[in-house]
C-alpha cells in the first residue's frame, strides 16, 4: 500500500513550490525596465511574445504532464517496475513526437505569423521570423520537461522540482538582460531562452535517472494503459484551452465594447489581485499526486488532506482579499494616483472576492482530476463559456468595467459551488469535509468580504476591516482550527511529530 504523505511534508513543499513560483516576479522588477529601455517598444513587444510563448509551450504536451503525475502516483505502489517503466517510456516518446509534432508547424508558419499576424515592421522581420523558429526548435524540449517534471512531482520530490524551477524562473529575465546588455538583436536573446529551456529538460532527465532509474529500466512487451494517459491528457487540455479564454475574455470584451482606456482602468487592480493565485497553484501542484494515491490506496487519508487544503487556502488568500478590497481606493491611489483610484475601486473589491472564491475552487478541481475525472473539470468549463460569455457581454455593455468584474466573480462563484459539489461524490461518506459550523463561519466571513462592494458602505470602509479582521481572528482559531492544530499554532516546533500523526 502506498505510503501516507505527511501533512507536514504537504506543507513544506507547498512553501517550496510558492518560492518556485514567486521567484521569476523578483527578476522582472529588475529586468524588465532596463530591456524597455535598451530594446526600444517593438523589439520587447517581441520579447514580451516570446516570453509568452515559452510560457505556453507546455500547452502542446496535451495534459500528458499530469496526466503521468496521476497514473505514476496513483499505480506506484501496486505496480511492478518494469510496468511503470514501460509506461514512463511510452509516455515520454509520446510527449517528444507531440512537441516535435507542434513545433515543426510553429517553425513553417513563423513568416507568416511574423509579417501578417503580428505585423512586424519590415526592418524587424528577420530577427522576429529567426527568433521564433528558433523558439520552435526548442519545443520538444519543453514538452519532454513536463512529463520529466511530472515523474519527479509523483514522487513528491518538490524540493528537487523547484531547484531547477527558481534558477531557471530567474534566468527567464536576467538571460535576455545578460544578452541585450551586448546586442538588442532578437536572435540571441531567443537563443538564450531555447538554451534555458534546454538545460532545463537536461536537468530534469538527470535527477529522474539518478533517484528513480528503475522508471527507465528497459521493459518489452508489457501493457501500460498508454491510451487511458492519453484520453486523460486529452481532458485536461480541454480545460487548459477553455479555462484560459475565460480568464482573459474581459480584457478583449471590454476593449471591444467600452474602451481601451478601460481596459487599463481593469487590467491595473487585476493584475495584482490575481497574484494570489500563486498560492493555490504552489499548493495544488503538491496535492495532486498524494490525491491520487491515497484516493485508491486510503481514503480516510484524502479527506484529511483535502480538509487541511481548504482550510490553508481559506486562512492565506482571506486576509490578503480583506485588506486589498476594503483598502482598495488606497494602495491604488498609492500606486497610480488618484484618477486610478476613482475608476478602479470597485472593480478590485469585486474581483478580491472572485479571486478568493476561485482559489478556494482549486482545491476541488485538483481533487476530481486526482480522482480521474478530469473529463467532468472539462465539461464544467465547457459549460460555463458560452453562459459566461452571455453576461461577460450584458454586464460590461450596460455598466462598464464593474460589470466585467461582476461578471468574471458571478462565474467564479457558480465554478466553486459546482466544483465542491462534485468532489464530494469522490470522498468517504457520511464524514463531514466541515462541520457546520465551519461552514457558517466561512460564509459570514465571504458575506463581511463582499460587503467592501456596497457602495454606501465606503465611509465605513476602516470600521468594516477592522471588524472584519477581529471576526477572521476569533473565528479561525475557535471555529476552524482544531484543537490539535492551535496547539501546533502555540508550539510550531511540534508541528512535525503531530502532523505526520493526523
Given at each position: 500500500?502506498?505510503?501516507?504523505?505527511?501533512l507536514?511534508?504537504?506543507?513544506?513543499?507547498?512553501?517550496?513550490?510558492?518560492?518556485?513560483?514567486?521567484?521569476?516576479?523578483?527578476?522582472?522588477?529588475?529586468?524588465?525596465?532596463?530591456?524597455?529601455?535598451?530594446?526600444g517598444?517593438?523589439?520587447?513587444?517581441?520579447?514580451?511574445?516570446?516570453?509568452?510563448?515559452?510560457?505556453?509551450?507546455?500547452?502542446?504536451?496535451?495534459?500528458?504532464?499530469?496526466?503521468?503525475?496521476?497514473?505514476?502516483?496513483?499505480?506506484?505502489?501496486?505496480?511492478?517496475?518494469?510496468?511503470?517503466?514501460?509506461?514512463?517510456?511510452?509516455?515520454?516518446?509520446?510527449?517528444?513526437?507531440?512537441?516535435?509534432?507542434?513545433?515543426?508547424?510553429?517553425?513553417?508558419?513563423?513568416?507568416?505569423?511574423?509579417?501578417?499576424?503580428?505585423?512586424?515592421?519590415?526592418?524587424?522581420?528577420?530577427?522576429?521570423?529567426a527568433?521564433?523558429?528558433?523558439?520552435?526548435?526548442?519545443?520538444?524540449?519543453?514538452?519532454?520537461?513536463?512529463?520529466?517534471?511530472?515523474?519527479?512531482?509523483?514522487?513528491?520530490?518538490?524540493?528537487?522540482?523547484?531547484?531547477?524551477?527558481i534558477?531557471?524562473?530567474?534566468?527567464?529575465?536576467?538571460?535576455?538582460?545578460?544578452?541585450?546588455?551586448?546586442?538588442?538583436?532578437?536572435?540571441?536573446?531567443?537563443?538564450?531562452?531555447?538554451?534555458?529551456?534546454?538545460?532545463?529538460?537536461?536537468?530534469?532527465?538527470?535527477?529522474c535517472?539518478?533517484?528513480?532509474?528503475?522508471?527507465?529500466?528497459?521493459a518489452?512487451?508489457?501493457?501500460?494503459?498508454?491510451?487511458?494517459?492519453?484520453?486523460?491528457?486529452?481532458?485536461?487540455?480541454?480545460?487548459?484551452?477553455?479555462?484560459?479564454?475565460?480568464?482573459?475574455?474581459?480584457?478583449?470584451?471590454?476593449?471591444?465594447?467600452?474602451?481601451?482606456?478601460?481596459?487599463?482602468?481593469?487590467?491595473a487592480?487585476?493584475?495584482?489581485?490575481t497574484?494570489?493565485?500563486?498560492?493555490?497553484?504552489?499548493?495544488?501542484?503538491?496535492?495532486?499526486?498524494?490525491?491520487?494515491?491515497?484516493?485508491?490506496?486510503?481514503?480516510?487519508?484524502?479527506?484529511?488532506?483535502?480538509?487541511?487544503?481548504?482550510?490553508?487556502?481559506?486562512?492565506?488568500?482571506?486576509?490578503?482579499?480583506l485588506?486589498?478590497?476594503?483598502?482598495?481606493?488606497?494602495?491604488?491611489?498609492?500606486w497610480?494616483?488618484?484618477?486610478?483610484?476613482?475608476?478602479?475601486?470597485?472593480?478590485?473589491?469585486?474581483?478580491?472576492?472572485?479571486?478568493?472564491?476561485?482559489?478556494?475552487?482549486?482545491?476541488?478541481?485538483?481533487?476530481?482530476?486526482?480522482?480521474?475525472?478530469?473529463?467532468?473539470?472539462?465539461?464544467?468549463?465547457?459549460?460555463?463559456?458560452?453562459?459566461?460569455?452571455?453576461?461577460?457581454?450584458?454586464?460590461?455593455?450596460?455598466?462598464?468595467?464593474?460589470g466585467?468584474?461582476?461578471?468574471?466573480?458571478?462565474?467564479?462563484?457558480?465554478?466553486?459551488?459546482?466544483?465542491?459539489?462534485?468532489?464530494?461524490?469522490?470522498?468517504?461518506?457520511p464524514?463531514?469535509?466541515?462541520?457546520?459550523?465551519?461552514?457558517?463561519?466561512?460564509?459570514?466571513?465571504?458575506?463581511?468580504?463582499?460587503?467592501?462592494?456596497?457602495?454606501?458602505?465606503?465611509?465605513?470602509?476602516?470600521?468594516?476591516?477592522l471588524?472584519?479582521?477581529?471576526?477572521?481572528?476569533?473565528?479561525?482559531?475557535?471555529?476552524?482550527?482544531?484543537?490539535?492544530?492551535?496547539?501546533?499554532?502555540?508550539?510550531?516546533?511540534?508541528?512535525?511529530?503531530?502532523?505526520?500523526?493526523?
Amino acid at each position: 500500500m502506498t505510503a501516507s504523505p505527511r501533512l507536514s511534508l504537504l506543507a513544506r513543499n507547498t512553501v517550496v513550490n510558492l518560492a518556485g513560483q514567486a521567484a521569476p516576479l523578483a527578476a522582472a522588477i529588475v529586468a524588465i525596465p532596463f530591456l524597455v529601455k535598451v530594446l526600444g517598444a517593438e523589439r520587447f513587444g517581441m520579447l514580451s511574445l516570446a516570453w509568452v510563448l515559452v510560457g505556453y509551450f507546455g500547452l502542446f504536451d496535451l495534459g500528458l504532464g499530469r496526466a503521468l503525475t496521476h497514473a505514476l502516483a496513483q499505480r506506484g505502489g501496486a505496480s511492478k517496475p518494469y510496468e511503470l517503466s514501460a509506461l514512463v517510456r511510452k509516455g515520454l516518446g509520446a510527449m517528444l513526437v507531440l512537441g516535435a509534432l507542434a513545433g515543426a508547424a510553429m517553425f513553417v508558419l513563423t513568416p507568416w505569423l511574423a509579417t501578417d499576424v503580428l505585423r512586424v515592421s519590415k526592418d524587424l522581420q528577420p530577427e522576429s521570423i529567426a527568433a521564433l523558429q528558433i523558439l520552435a526548435a526548442c519545443l520538444p524540449f519543453v514538452t519532454v520537461t513536463a512529463g520529466l517534471r511530472g515523474i519527479l512531482e509523483a514522487k513528491s520530490a518538490f524540493v528537487w522540482v523547484n531547484a531547477i524551477r527558481i534558477p531557471q524562473g530567474l534566468l527567464t529575465f536576467l538571460a535576455p538582460m545578460a544578452v541585450a546588455a551586448f546586442t538588442p538583436a532578437l536572435a540571441p536573446l531567443a537563443a538564450a531562452l531555447g538554451l534555458l529551456r534546454v538545460a532545463a529538460a537536461l536537468a530534469h532527465l538527470v535527477l529522474c535517472m539518478q533517484f528513480y532509474p528503475e522508471l527507465f529500466a528497459k521493459a518489452h512487451g508489457v501493457k501500460t494503459g498508454v491510451r487511458k494517459l492519453l484520453t486523460f491528457g486529452a481532458w485536461l487540455t480541454v480545460s487548459n484551452i477553455v479555462g484560459p479564454l475565460m480568464v482573459y475574455s474581459d480584457r478583449f470584451v471590454l476593449g471591444a465594447t467600452v474602451g481601451l482606456s478601460a481596459v487599463a482602468y481593469y487590467s491595473a487592480p487585476y493584475e495584482v489581485i490575481t497574484r494570489l493565485w500563486l498560492i493555490p497553484t504552489a499548493l495544488t501542484a503538491v496535492i495532486f499526486p498524494a490525491l491520487s494515491a491515497q484516493l485508491v490506496a486510503e481514503p480516510a487519508r484524502a479527506l484529511s488532506i483535502y480538509r487541511w487544503s481548504i482550510k490553508f487556502v481559506f486562512l492565506s488568500i482571506y486576509p490578503c482579499t480583506l485588506v486589498l478590497a476594503f483598502l482598495a481606493p488606497d494602495w491604488l491611489g498609492v500606486w497610480l494616483g488618484a484618477e486610478y483610484a476613482n475608476q478602479s475601486a470597485g472593480v478590485a473589491t469585486l474581483l478580491a472576492l472572485g479571486v478568493l472564491v476561485n482559489c478556494l475552487a482549486n482545491v476541488p478541481f485538483t481533487l476530481l482530476q486526482s480522482a480521474g475525472r478530469a473529463d467532468l473539470t472539462a465539461k464544467l468549463h465547457v459549460a460555463e463559456l458560452p453562459a459566461y460569455f452571455a453576461l461577460l457581454l450584458w454586464l460590461a455593455g450596460s455598466m462598464g468595467i464593474g460589470g466585467a468584474a461582476l461578471a468574471w466573480s458571478l462565474r467564479c462563484a457558480v465554478d466553486a459551488f459546482v466544483l465542491f459539489l462534485l468532489a464530494r461524490r469522490y470522498l468517504p461518506k457520511p464524514a463531514p469535509v466541515l462541520s457546520g459550523a465551519q461552514l457558517a463561519s466561512v460564509g459570514v466571513l465571504v458575506l463581511l468580504n463582499a460587503a467592501a462592494a456596497v457602495p454606501i458602505l465606503a465611509p465605513l470602509r476602516w470600521t468594516l476591516l477592522l471588524v472584519c479582521a477581529l471576526l477572521f481572528g476569533v473565528l479561525s482559531w475557535f471555529v476552524l482550527l482544531s484543537p490539535a492544530e492551535r496547539q501546533l499554532v502555540r508550539h510550531p516546533w511540534l508541528m512535525k511529530d503531530a502532523l505526520s500523526r493526523s
